[in-house]
C-alpha cells in the first residue's frame, strides 16, 4: 500500500523555468492538498481539490498553478520558479476533519 | 480566521521526563484539533486529533492531549519521553464545515540521555 507517493524526491530549477511536482494517492480519496514547509513557519496550505475538477486556493497559491483531472492524482506547476519558491513541498490526501495522510515531500531549490 | 500558536519552537526533555507542548487556537467555535508529528527527512504522520465527544484524546506512542474550551488549548503530554520522540511536533486546526487545515509553526522535541 503505497498511501501518497510524490515525485521528485529533490530538484534544482534555474529562476524562470518551470516545473510540476507530482503526487498519486492510491486511497481513494477526494481530497488533496499541497503544502510548502518553511523554517520557523510550519505547514502552509498553497492548493488543495475536494475532488476531480474541482481546486481552490489555500494560504499561499500565488506562483503555483494546480488541476485534478483523476482522483488519483494532484500536480502542482511551477510556471517561472522564483528563489521565493525555494521550500520543501509536501501534497496530503485525506480530509482535514479526518486524516490527512502525508507524501514524503520534495525539497526544491531555486537558484 | 482559524489560526494556530505553539509556545516554544524548541524543547529540551531528558530522557525519562514529562513531555509538554503547548498549542493555543483562535476559532469562532471550537474546532477540530490535531498534532502530527514529522520526524527527519520525512513526511507528517498524525499522532492523535479532537473532533468530539471526550476530551482528553489518548494517540499513538504513548501520547496524549487535552481539549480545553475555556482556555482555547490542546497542550500535548507524554508522562515518560524516549530518544525516539525527538521529532517535530506540529499542532493543527480545522475549522467545523472549512476544508482546509491550519498548522502552528512546529515544535522541536529534543531528548537528552
Known amino acids: 500500500n503505497a498511501g501518497v507517493t510524490q515525485t521528485p524526491k529533490f530538484q534544482v530549477l534555474k529562476t524562470g523555468q518551470s516545473m510540476t511536482l507530482q503526487c498519486a494517492q492510491d486511497m481513494n480519496h477526494e481530497y488533496m492538498s499541497w503544502y510548502r514547509q518553511d523554517p520557523g513557519m510550519g505547514l502552509r496550505l498553497i492548493h488543495y481539490s475536494v475532488g476531480a475538477g474541482i481546486t481552490d486556493q489555500g494560504e499561499v497559491p500565488n506562483g503555483y498553478n494546480v488541476s485534478r483531472s483523476t482522483t488519483e492524482d494532484f500536480p502542482l506547476r511551477l510556471l517561472s520558479a522564483a528563489p521565493s519558491q525555494t521550500s520543501v513541498y509536501f501534497c496530503?490526501?485525506?480530509?482535514?476533519?479526518?486524516?490527512?495522510?502525508f507524501g514524503q515531500g520534495t525539497r526544491l531549490t531555486v537558484v | 480566521a482559524q489560526s494556530v500558536t505553539q509556545l516554544g519552537s524548541h524543547v529540551s526533555v531528558s530522557e525519562g521526563a514529562l513531555v509538554l507542548l503547548r498549542c493555543n487556537y483562535s476559532s469562532s467555535v471550537p474546532p477540530y484539533l490535531f498534532w502530527y508529528v514529522q520526524y527527519p527527512n520525512q513526511g507528517l504522520q498524525l499522532l492523535l486529533k479532537y473532533t468530539t465527544g471526550a476530551t482528553l484524546v489518548k494517540g499513538i506512542n504513548g501520547f496524549e492531549a487535552e481539549f480545553k474550551k475555556s482556555e482555547t488549548s490542546f497542550h500535548l503530554t507524554k508522562p515518560s519521553a524516549h530518544m525516539s520522540d525527538a521529532a517535530e511536533y506540529f499542532c493543527?486546526?480545522?475549522?467545523?464545515?472549512?476544508?482546509?487545515?491550519?498548522f502552528g509553526k512546529g515544535t522541536k522535541l529534543t531528548v537528552n540521555p
Open positions: 496530503a490526501s485525506g480530509r482535514p476533519f479526518s486524516e490527512a495522510f
Open positions: 493543527a486546526v480545522s475549522e467545523r464545515g472549512s476544508e482546509k487545515l491550519v
